[in-house]
C-alpha cells in the first residue's frame, strides 16, 4: 500500500519560510518523480514543483521560481519543499504526488498525499 505523508505546514508570516516534507513508503521511490501541487478553496489543484527520480531535473511554477527549492532524498524517501519569501498568495493545501512520468499535471501523477494547511499571514 503506497503512503505519501506531509509535513511541515503551518502558519507563517508574509516574507517567512517552511520546508514541506513528504515521507514515502510502499513503492519504489527513486523510479518515481515527485512533485508539489497545492489548491486553495473553489479552484483547481496547482503544479507547484516537481523533480525526476534523480534529482538531476526541477520544474517549477513560474509565480515560485526563485523562491521555491524542490529536493530529494532518495536513500530516505523523502521529498522536500523549501518556500522561502511566502507571501498571502501561497496560503493553500499542499500535496505530494508520485508519477511514473516526468510531467507537471494532475492526471499524471498516480499517488497523492492528504495534504498539509499553509497559511501566510499578511
Known amino acids: 500500500q503506497v503512503q505519501l505523508v506531509e509535513s511541515g505546514g503551518g502558519l507563517v508570516q508574509a516574507g517567512g519560510s517552511l520546508r514541506l516534507s513528504c515521507a514515502a513508503s510502499g513503492l519504489t521511490f527513486s523510479t518515481y518523480t515527485m512533485g508539489w501541487f497545492r489548491q486553495v478553496p473553489g479552484k483547481e489543484r496547482e503544479f507547484v514543483a516537481a523533480?525526476?527520480?534523480?534529482?538531476?531535473?526541477?520544474y517549477y511554477l513560474d509565480s515560485v521560481k526563485g523562491r521555491f527549492t524542490i529536493s530529494r532524498d532518495n536513500a530516505k524517501s523523502t521529498v522536500y519543499l523549501q518556500m522561502n519569501s511566502l507571501n498571502s498568495e501561497d496560503t493553500a493545501v499542499y500535496y505530494c504526488?508520485?508519477?511514473?512520468?516526468?510531467?507537471?499535471?494532475?492526471?499524471?501523477?498516480?499517488?497523492w498525499g492528504q495534504g498539509t494547511q499553509v497559511t501566510v499571514d499578511t
Open positions: 523533480i525526476n527520480w534523480s534529482g538531476s531535473i526541477t
Open positions: 504526488a508520485a508519477s511514473m512520468l516526468q510531467a507537471m499535471g494532475v492526471v499524471d501523477y498516480d499517488y
